[in-house]
Structure formats: structure tokens, C-alpha cells
């Protein structure tokens, strides 16, 4: 066989492999998508704040919080962690008043590394 024939064998070879290699085993936790959505305005109180992640996060020190425009926290203390998809985290609230509300974060990532962020949604009937 001649060189330029392995070469035809060769790579194409590789970029399948590429390709059907597993991702990475411990990805790096972002929040890519949540309800109420980031600067959102709903015209009435949530049940509950729900946060999905870009992979699944760890079950240990998971915190979710959501506070009020006086910087009073106003959830009912039971961020939890969906049964079935372990990049969803909630935690319930009691009926908000109107008014802007922050929501706090703090997962820790497959990867180990701590993730944390806040972003604003509104109650405006
Ligand atoms: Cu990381």
C-alpha cells in the first residue's frame, strides 16, 4: 500500500472516532435557561423558580434563593433537584406580591467547580 492510500484510511478513521467519543465526563455547570427567564415580567406570582443547567449538577450544596426588592428572602427554603433531569433545580415560592425580585444560585458542577449567579425577574399585574 502506498502512502497517500493510508492517508485516505487513515483519517477519516480518526475523524470518526472523533465523533463518537463520549463528551466530556465532568462538564463545567451554566445556567442556560430558567422560569421566570432572566429580566422577565409576568403578570402574576410563580409557584415556583426553575433553573436548568448545561449538564447535570451535583446533589449536595445546591441553593437556590429569591429575594425580594428590600433584599428580604422570600422562598420557602426547598431548592430541590429534578428526579429525572439533574440539570433542573426549583424551589417553591409563597404568592409574591408585584414588585422585582432577584434570584440567586449556587450549584456545584459535575466538575466539581462552584457555580453561582443571580439574575432579576418582575411581578407586574
Ligand atoms: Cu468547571
Known amino acids: 500500500m502506498n502512502k ?48 436548568w443547567f448545561n449538564d447535570a449538577v451535583r446533589s449536595e450544596y445546591k441553593a437556590v434563593a429569591v429575594i425580594d426588592s428590600a433584599g428580604k428572602r422570600v422562598d420557602n427554603h426547598d431548592v430541590a433537584q429534578g428526579l429525572t433531569d439533574g440539570s433542573h433545580i426549583y424551589a417553591t415560592v409563597p404568592n409574591l406580591a408585584p414588585g422585582t425580585y432577584t ?23
Open 4 to 51: 497517500l492510500s493510508i492517508t485516505k484510511i487513515i483519517k477519516p478513521a480518526v475523524i470518526l472516532t472523533a465523533l463518537l467519543s463520549p463528551l466530556p465526563a465532568f462538564a463545567h455547570a451554566i445556567l442556560v435557561k430558567s422560569q421566570p427567564a432572566k429580566d422577565e415580567t409576568i403578570s402574576q406570582s410563580p409557584k415556583q423558580v426553575d433553573l
Open 103 to 125: 434570584i440567586r444560585y449556587r450549584v456545584v458542577s459535575e466538575d466539581t467547580h462552584i457555580v453561582t449567579g443571580k439574575f432579576e425577574f418582575t411581578i407586574k399585574p
